[in-house]
């Protein structure tokens, strides 16, 4: 896509899955022109279209099909499947359930789950759910492989992260694939005292209570109608499935990768608007295919720090999935909310100045010893530990600090055979350098880098 004005996209980018699948060997000049203009919609927009294959796209719209006969045929019970706001319940939710506050009616298929009806008998669920989730999997995870590309990652780097490919026995997947029906004429009906309207008969919409970030990597959603919103860069709202083709899906980011990046991926704040389905029986369906990290996964940064990335505090101290799915998160507290722009410059100058902040966060702050020693630490780890480890087809599983200090004086310890394969320093405990202290981490640096000490006292000889 031109972006000639400053490297503005005049409209929400559009990329070719096929044009966004890695191979071996060198990056081709489409896969790197595609990556850069993902990026850059996923900046500006907080969102992305991206167009599948037309045998996708068509499984895609017969499960929309699917998904519109099931709602309709199914009768309404107030008291039935009422939607929980527990988040400790983010895992475990399976079939139908309704959201009454949203006019929302919802089936969740969730691999590992066998969803059953009130009466404690199997539900039968929309069509051709299994398909979908495993193609829509299969996207999500080319996506994050093509976002680890542009923050030069390593390959796979949220694989750590991720379900099991398949899942072993008795997992449960953390991500789920939801079909979606809004304001179905007969569910809005019983429900028309939760529909403020404005003095003009029009629906109030847009409220502060219907913006919503999901606590997701990505977010998958093909609509059967227009009606979903995301804010831009400005805090301006911009109707993202409004021109979407038959074998387009729209993605975009959630809070956790927003995590899992360091803040270098901003997740998208949204809503849907359903007040153009006025004589539609069906109301307005989605599919909606929600990628979430796995429920004993923690979330560090760590693959950020390793490439390189500044990080701030806040992203510093690891936190586990499930504390994570626990805690609140508010949109100002994210971001700073900015006014809309209505002067392209000003758009272009304004884009440009968060990017270069974040390129930039590392070098205008100067870093206390400590924290450049860990910085070597890992830069170290990526660029010769862990090639070593690659040629001699290891993989690396650091141990706790506290076991390993007993296993550095034993001769049969469990990372001894590791330790003698990739030359790690006696008397250095096998584990990640971003946790060793800072004497094992000198020896370390010693180790793998000779000529490093001299550095390092030059380094402890600044002002910090």
């Known amino acids: 896509m031109d972006d000639a004005a400053g490297n503005i996209l005049a409209s929400l980018g559009r990329v070719h899955l096929v044009d966004l699948m890695a191979s071996e060997g060198l990056p081709s000049d489409s896969y790197k022109m595609c990556v850069s203009t993902m990026m850059q919609s996923l900046a500006q927009y907080s969102a992305v279209i991206i167009q599948l294959s037309p045998a996708d796209g068509a499984l895609l719209r017969s499960g929309l099909d699917s998904a519109r006969f099931f709602f309709h045929q199914r009768g309404y019970n107030s008291n039935e499947a009422v939607h929980s706001d527990d988040s400790r319940e983010w895992c475990k ?30 539900e039968l669920p929309p069509s051709g759910l299994p398909d979908i989730f495993s193609v829509l999997g299969k996207v999500s995870r080319d996506i994050l492989d093509a976002i680890s590309f542009s923050l030069n990652l390593r390959s796979c780097a949220f694989s750590e992260i991720l379900d099991n490919i398949p899942l072993r026995s008795q997992e449960v997947s953390s991500s789920v694939l939801s079909a979606c029906c809004h304001s179905r004429p007969s569910f809005e009906g019983a429900h028309q005292h939760n529909i403020a309207s404005q003095d003009n008969g029009h629906l109030l919409m847009f409220s502060e209570q219907e913006q919503q ?166 830069r170290v780890l990526k660029e010769r530990v862990q090639d070593i480890a690659d040629k001699k087809g290891i993989k690396l599983r650091f141990c706790n600090l506290k076991e390993c200090e007993s296993h550095i004086q034993s001769l049969d310890s469990p990372c001894e055979n590791t330790r003698t394969e990739i030359g790690w320093p006696q008397g250095v405990p096998f584990v990640h350098p971003h946790d060793l202290p800072n004497k094992a981490k000198l020896g370390f640096l010693e180790a793998y880098e000779p000529g490093w000490t001299a550095s390092q006292h030059e380094m402890e000889s600044q002002p910090q």
């Open 213 to 378: 970030i999901d606590k997701t990597l990505l977010t998958l959603v093909k609509p059967d109608r227009s009606g979903l919103y995301v804010k831009d860069l400005h805090g301006r709202w911009i109707l993202v499935d409004g021109d979407i083709g038959p074998h387009d899906v729209v993605v975009y980011p959630g809070l956790a990768l927003y995590q899992e990046t360091a803040g270098y991926v901003n997740p998208a704040v949204h809503k849907t608007e359903a007040d153009n389905i006025h004589g539609c029986m069906f109301g307005r369906c989605s599919l909606m295919f929600k990628l979430m990290p796995r429920s004993v996964a923690r979330l560090s940064g760590s693959e950020m720090r390793a490439a390189g990335h500044g990080v701030d505090a806040q992203f510093q101290v690891p936190i586990p999935v499930n504390d994570f799915m626990q805690t609140d998160h508010f949109s100002d507290q994210l971001f700073p909310k900015t006014e809309p722009s209505i002067h392209t410059e000003q758009d272009s100058a304004s884009f440009n100045s968060v990017m270069n902040k974040k390129k930039g966060n590392a070098r205008t702050k100067p870093l206390p010893p400590s924290k450049r020693l860990r910085l070597e630490a890992q």
């Open 93 to 122: 939710t399976s079939g139908y359930y309704v959201d009454h506050q949203m006019c929302l009616e919802m089936y969740d298929y969730r691999p590992g789950i066998t969803a059953t009806d009130p009466n404690g008998e199997m």
